[in-house]
């Protein structure tokens, strides 16, 4: 989507370590009217007819699922990290490694909120090694619900995570895939 | 409110520890519909006419702000908890006790997303004691921004966080007030 590859050569910045850091429009501050775009962008290529549920992990994820829960009229849940006592039992939990936060972190989904006849679109800002995204696939699985597809905002393509996705027939959607940051420069995959 | 009364008394289950778990249409399964109608009866109290940015915290906020974000039209911004490693420096930070993971949290925003010139609306899924709303109060203050009002969906009114900030002439404005869940039955205040 060149709308958003322009946005992240404009603004995002590369930073040690092959972070990129899109904070001012897409997960730390929100520009809705873009996002609103980005959600546009996944309803051209989903089919979203018989899609019931959005599902995303916190906290980044929840503005972009929530704009696609708007735009697309369907409900969005997302897995939280760790425990808080707010969460009763009959949980989904998957345990993953965060490559933000250098730790594992377990996502939980309460039972009641996914189930085996749900049609779930994934949706998440990022990804690089695809952690969060195994786990929210896990948490499908263990739901017996069915994966329609993935959308992603920014994928860093030379992590490897979305590739291996693809390779197992997973239809992974990601509006800008970057392919190479060396000498801080972002080079986009041509889709 | 009364259609979010409604809603609670419908979906809403008082827990031990006089827990009030929303959490299949507000702060982990999201309604969007129904969302979008809370946002709504904020811009009906809010004179959102020079209002520049809505401020919450991760995680459970980012839902319900990123809703009123889209249909106001201004940008959002949320504070993280704790440390990721995807933030540089040049940080507003505020130590807040969070009630529901019973530990010491601190907010984190980017001084690059509020300034000075801003004019802040404080939006939050819940208030109970209001820790988080202090330390989103702090961050405006740090950022020498003006608070233009603060709008919760729910507040549990026995906890006293949202009359404490009544008292210093915030315009705290929350569309359903608990006053009691005693016997596990919930009593609203009257508006």
């Given amino acids: 989507m060149k709308r958003l590859e322009d946005r992240i050569l404009k603004d995002g910045k590369v930073l040690p370590g092959?972070?990129?850091?899109?904070?001012?429009?897409?997960?730390?501050?929100?520009?809705?009217?873009?996002?609103?775009?980005?959600?546009?962008?996944?309803?051209?290529?989903?089919?979203?007819?018989?899609?019931?549920?959005?599902?995303?992990?916190?906290?980044?994820?929840?503005?972009?699922?929530?704009?696609?829960?708007?735009?697309?009229?369907?409900?969005?849940?997302?897995?939280?990290?760790?425990k808080s006592?707010?969460?009763?039992?009959?949980?989904?939990?998957?345990?993953?490694v965060s490559y933000t936060y250098k730790k594992n972190v377990t996502l939980i989904l309460s039972?009641?909120?996914l189930k085996s006849t749900d049609k779930v679109l994934i949706?998440?800002?990022?990804m690089a090694r695809g952690m969060a995204v195994h786990g929210l696939i896990d948490i499908v699985k263990q739901a017996g619900a069915e994966l329609r597809g993935i959308g992603i905002a920014v994928e860093k393509g030379f992590?490897?995570?979305?590739?291996?996705?693809?390779?197992?027939?997973?239809?992974?959607?990601?509006?800008?895939?970057?392919?190479?940051?060396?000498?801080?420069?972002?080079q986009f995959r041509k889709q």
């Fill in 18 to 82: 092959d972070i990129i850091k899109v904070d001012g429009f897409l997960n730390h501050r929100v520009d809705p009217a873009f996002m609103r775009e980005l959600a546009q962008e996944f309803a051209r290529h989903f089919d979203l007819s018989d899609v019931t549920m959005i599902l995303t992990a916190e906290a980044s994820g929840i503005a972009l699922a929530t704009v696609c829960a708007l735009e697309f009229g369907i409900p969005m849940v997302f897995a939280k990290k760790a």
């Fill in 85 to 96: 006592d707010n969460i009763e039992g009959g949980l989904y939990k998957s345990e993953i």
């Fill in 111 to 113: 039972k009641e909120w």
């Fill in 123 to 126: 949706i998440d800002d990022f």
């Fill in 159 to 186: 992590q490897g995570g979305g590739d291996a996705l693809r390779e197992q027939g997973i239809d992974v959607y990601s509006l800008a895939i970057i392919d190479s940051t060396e000498n801080g420069t972002i």
